[in-house]
């Protein structure tokens, strides 16, 4: 078991041995506390890490342009355009959207959600219905 030394500053030094075991790096944060008498130093991870999948040169394109549509989207929805599925595929892998929601980022999605979006901002709306069956009859009428 290695042995430190409290220097004059009330700091330590962590032996090699033990920060390559537990994968500790210069600029890391650590927490410390005491336990029965026990002082416990534990690395202070904030974020899961998870592998990293190396894009190919082609995904890398077509994850800055998933990036740059989802900010528009983002921004001013009315004007902007929905994302491909293969952009979509790349977003959710890069953990830019929820890979279960891909489908609300594709352009056919978003074609219907600019025109709600528009159909919103020009005061074309339902309703309000006092009943389901006066909702029913309306949502029957606008078929024909």
């Not at 994968?23 to 990293?52: C, N, R």
């Not at 998933?66 to 790349?90: R, V």
Request: net charge negative; glycine share 6%; no cysteine.
């Amino acid at each position: 078991m290695p042995f430190i030394k409290v220097g004059p500053r009330h700091q330590i030094t962590i032996p090699q041995e033990i920060r390559k075991a537990i994968g500790i790096e210069a600029g890391d944060l650590l927490e410390i506390m005491t336990q029965k008498g026990k002082v416990i130093i534990m690395p202070k991870q904030f974020v899961s890490e998870k592998p990293v999948a190396k894009l190919t040169a082609a995904e890398q394109e077509l994850l800055i342009t998933a990036k740059q549509k989802i900010k528009a989207i983002n921004q001013d929805m009315i004007h902007s355009t929905g994302l491909t599925p293969e952009q979509a595929d790349i977003a959710a892998q890069a953990g830019l959207i929820d890979p279960e929601q891909k489908w609300w980022w594709l352009e056919e999605w978003q074609e219907g959600e600019r025109q709600a979006e528009q159909n919103d901002r020009d005061g074309n709306m339902s309703g309000p219905f006092e009943t389901a069956d006066q909702l029913m009859a309306h949502l029957h009428k606008q078929r024909i």
